[in-house]
């Protein structure tokens, strides 16, 4: 490491609020999948920015129309209306299937819109301030409060209690869990369509028509968070789309601006219809015509570039090579996830795997202590994969224990 890199991570523990634990390196610029510190090294990116950069650093499409925008206006609020907004909503209401857009501008915000508008939507029915939103254990739907109220790991929330009160917490595709835990005053049920910092576990297609059924028979909402699923990376738009089981409210963000601060909540038009009005939610930021811009650029470029189509053909390869490192490897579990949302479980902490893969040119994050979370940009190849593998392999040959 430099002098300059690391006068720069001095400076930075200095002066940032130590909220996270980060990796000691200072990524500089990016180009294609890899990612280059103030150093020059280059590294393979099996991150994306947590599953945000979908199409890779460094796309000139894209940047070309941000810098266009921002010669225009880049913010003007939402008393006024902009046409990036009324672009990037019709794009995105294709593509989603969805009837209503709110930006937002980041996927906690997203969620906490879809939990207002789940009360509201119950709120109007019988004037009753008591009802009840089900989520699931292990889930993660962000860190502000009402989403941290429904995200399914005590370890984030004992030290901000209390939280919005009335959840309640179920399994994943345990529908005898979710049926424990309905009541007359259920409102909402909310899941990740595949989960990502639980666990990378998808959702099955069994208990989502299941869920679907129960939330059409008690007109409950049925809320689908596709923040860091969605937007390609199993293959598809959004991961329900696979199974055709469509929410009431789904949340998005992550790759939808691909680096801009962006998301979105949206609705059936039913649910539209009888949940939120006019002053019932807002945002200075939301939907401004930069990062819409962005958003109307992505869907631009998934659909000219063919990137569900690249995700559908990397995604099995991706699968089957970590398939076939696991053979080799004792110490790995289990592979679980779909698509280019994987992930590999070890019986012991990776964070020392990680960290090897880092010194010889790989990114990769975790998703709990003992799982390696894979979310590369959603144009790498197969090639891409060999190299990830290649050097995953190396790492973990340096420190295997041994069999004895």
């Not at 309905?182 to 299941?210: K, Y």
């Not at 008690?218 to 329900?240: K, P, S, V």
């Not at 939301?286 to 995604?315: M, Q, S, T, W």
Request: glycine share 10%; net charge negative.
């Amino acid at each position: 490491m430099s002098e300059t890199m690391k006068a720069y991570i001095e400076e930075a523990e200095r002066d940032l609020l130590h909220t996270y634990n980060r990796y000691p390196v200072v990524l500089d610029r990016g180009e294609g999948v890899y990612l280059y510190d103030t150093d020059g090294k280059k590294y393979l990116d099996f991150v994306s920015g947590i599953a945000v950069f979908a199409l890779g650093y460094g796309n000139r499409e894209y940047n070309d129309a941000l810098k266009a925008q921002i010669d225009k206006v880049i913010h003007t609020s939402n008393y006024y209306y902009n046409v990036p907004a009324v672009e990037a909503a019709r794009k995105l209401k294709k593509v989603s299937g969805m009837d209503r857009v709110f930006f937002t501008n980041s996927g906690a915000e997203a969620v906490e819109g879809a939990l207002k508008a789940a009360r509201k939507y119950a709120y109007r029915k019988d004037g009753s301030t008591d009802h009840e939103i089900i989520a699931m254990n292990h889930s993660f739907h962000g860190r502000t409060f009402g989403a941290l109220s429904v995200t399914g790991n005590a370890k984030y929330r004992e030290a901000f209690e209390p939280m919005i009160g009335h959840v309640r917490f179920a399994e994943l595709n345990e529908i005898d869990s979710v049926r424990e835990q309905l009541t007359d005053r259920t409102c909402a049920i909310i899941l990740e369509t595949v989960q990502g910092e639980g666990g990378l576990r998808p959702a099955e297609e069994g208990f989502l028509r299941w869920l679907r059924e129960i939330c059409d028979e008690r007109d409950i909402l049925l809320i689908l968070d596709e923040i860091q699923c969605g937007m390609g990376r199993t293959g598809y738009y959004y991961a329900w789309q696979k199974y055709g089981v469509k929410p009431d409210i789904m949340t998005t963000a992550k790759a939808l601006g691909c680096g801009v601060p962006v998301g979105a909540f949206l609705m059936t038009e039913k649910t539209a219809g009888n949940s939120l009005e006019a002053g019932d939610h807002g945002t200075t930021y939301g939907g401004n015509p930069l990062a819409c811009a962005a958003v109307e650029k992505v869907l631009d470029l998934f659909e000219k570039d063919h990137i569900i189509e690249n995700v559908r053909k990397v995604g099995p390869y991706l699968e089957k090579s970590l398939e076939e490192l696991k053979e080799r490897h004792h110490g790995i579990t289990e592979r679980r996830g779909t698509g280019l949302m994987q992930g590999l479980v070890f019986d012991r902490p990776v964070r020392e795997i990680i960290d090897r893969a880092m010194e010889r040119g790989l990114i990769l994050i975790n998703a709990g202590p003992q799982i390696i979370r894979f979310v590369p940009p959603l144009v790498i190849t197969k090639e891409n994969v060999d190299e990830m593998i290649s050097i995953l392999d190396a790492c973990l040959e340096s420190g295997e224990p041994s069999r004895e």
